[in-house]
């Protein structure tokens, strides 16, 4: 199956391929992904969500045909609503940042397929550059995040970005670092780039391979 960005996200490529989103889906709940494959669960579309897609899509220079294909970012009035009028200062935060805005040099929402240990993945690139993949993330802020049954632990390791920056790296086959720039929604918008570490990264790897005939015999 050829991907495009009018078919990524679609019940077919997600029945042919793994991806990130996925597999930590199958590590939260199997039933869930399984009903999610089968087109009888689609998961709402919250705010933070949206929050997200809107600074993607400025970064990606779509932003105008995704502000045309949500009306309910709007108030009545056509004005934004507060919360994505603040993502606009989101923007306007990170741009100010000189090393931030270095990091979002290169091509954008690049599509990729490949396998690992045999088994097909998909992956879309927020930036790849020649030097370094780049995966944009908004989050609520930098502070630790707490999970049942593993404690409070970094925003990177609680979202599964390490699983993220080792299946880029493997799929997109040339080792690059793998960095997070990051905007966090607070009243006063912070920024962060972060490098992930390799060491991080081949671990989160190692654990993927042992889980992945697991979860493919869920999926088959």
């Known amino acids: 199956m050829i991907l495009t960005p009018q078919n990524y996200y679609s019940t077919e490529a997600n029945q042919h391929y793994f991806s990130v ?14 009903a999610e494959l089968r087109g009888e669960y689609v998961r709402p579309v919250t705010s933070a969500l949206l929050i997200g897609s809107y600074v993607d899509a400025y970064f990606e220079g779509t932003l105008d045909r995704f502000k045309s294909e949500r009306p309910e970012l709007f108030k009545r009035d056509g004005t934004l609503k507060a919360e994505y009028a603040h993502a606009d200062r989101m923007i306007a935060r990170a741009e100010a940042d000189k090393v ?3 990091h979002m040099q290169g091509e954008k929402q690049v599509i990729r397929t490949g396998t690992i240990d045999g088994f097909p993945f998909k992956i879309k690139m927020d930036v790849l ?3 370094r993949i780049v995966d944009l993330k908004t989050c609520k ?3 630790p995040v707490y999970k049942p049954g593993a404690g409070r632990m970094s925003f990177i390791e609680a979202y599964g970005y390490t699983l993220q920056g080792a299946v880029y790296q493997t799929i997109e086959g040339h080792s690059k670092p793998f960095y997070i720039n990051a905007i966090t929604k607070e009243t006063m918008p912070d920024i962060a780039v972060i490098r992930i570490g390799q ?8 654990v993927l391979r042992h889980n992945l005939p697991y979860y493919d015999a869920i999926k088959q």
Not at 21 to 32: L, T, W
Not at 199 to 205: G, I, T
């Open 199 to 206: 060491e991080y990264l081949d671990a989160e790897m190692t």
């Open 100 to 102: 931030f805005m270095e």
């Open 141 to 143: 802020d930098f502070l």
């Open 21 to 34: 989103s996925q597999i930590k889906s199958f590590a939260e709940c199997p039933a869930r992904t399984m």
């Open 129 to 131: 550059h020649p030097e």
